[in-house]
């Protein structure tokens, strides 16, 4: 899981292919595998502060607990911006956790294991007074290629390809090439594999299936291809990258 967090203001960040403004001192939740990136506006550099953890996944007594706890990542807009009284609150455990790295306390890291489950807690908890709403102002151009990234993350499963699209959305295809890329800083084929991947991720992950059947099940039908496009993208094979993660999720519990 990750968390980002603003720290410049009027950024936009790309989640799944769907666009969300986003403030200074918002905070982000990003599950596992996302295919997300961040455009910020020109000028001198921006900054933002990620964090990547895992929680366990077996903890005897606390499971539904943390299970409760990363639900805010898989609500539907798992942004969140708070008034000025809860935001200082919740920023004070971040400040906390930093006071802490600095020192050198034999259980420094069980104590910033607690502050950071009390600033999950917090999130959790105050999950009703978000004030965040999402409305960006997006040209007609720019609507219509997020229109096709949802498209594309409804039906990644399915034959999709650069010719397909601009059909089935009425335009011409150097049209939707020239403008996904412009909007969204991918080609429409990497676009495409990049999904189909990161949901094959997920399931090296989290099942026990196959990666044959992992990688049909998300839309690759040629498993040679499959790999290929794995190791462009990932870096290792898909084995590997199964072995690495599954280790350490199980290192984590």
């Not at 020109?42 to 900054?47: F, L, N, T």
Request: glycine share 4%.
């Amino acid at each position: 899981y990750e968390l980002c967090v603003t720290l410049c203001p009027d950024t936009v960040h790309f989640l799944e292919g769907k666009p969300y403004d986003l403030q200074m001192f918002d905070i982000m939740g990003i599950r596992p595998n996302t295919l997300h990136r961040t455009q910020y506006p020109s000028g001198g550099p921006c900054k933002r502060l990620i964090i990547q953890f895992n929680l366990p996944k077996y903890a005897a007594g606390l499971s539904n607990e943390y299970e409760q706890l990363l639900s805010i990542f898989h609500q539907e807009t798992p942004i969140f911006r708070f008034d000025a009284e809860l935001q200082h609150r919740i920023y004070r455990k971040f400040n906390d956790i930093f006071l802490l790295a600095q020192k050198t306390d034999p259980m420094r890291n069980l104590i910033i294991h607690q502050k950071f489950i009390e600033f999950l807690t917090l999130l959790y908890l105050n999950r009703e007074h978000n004030l965040y709403r999402n409305e960006p102002e997006m040209s007609a151009a720019e609507q219509k290629i997020y229109a096709i990234t949802s498209y594309i993350h409804s039906h990644y499963t399915e034959e999709l390809s650069l010719n397909m699209l601009a059909q089935q959305f009425y335009i011409s295809s150097y049209y939707l090439s020239h403008q996904f890329k412009n909007v969204t800083g991918f080609t429409v084929t990497d676009y495409i594999q990049m999904t189909r991947i990161r949901n094959v991720q997920t399931l090296l992950v989290s099942t026990q299936m196959p990666i044959t059947e992992a990688s049909l099940r998300c839309g690759f039908n040629s498993f040679s291809q499959f790999n290929r496009i794995f190791r462009k993208h990932i870096g290792v094979a898909p084995s590997v990258y199964r072995k690495q993660n599954q280790v350490q999720m199980e290192s984590d519990t």
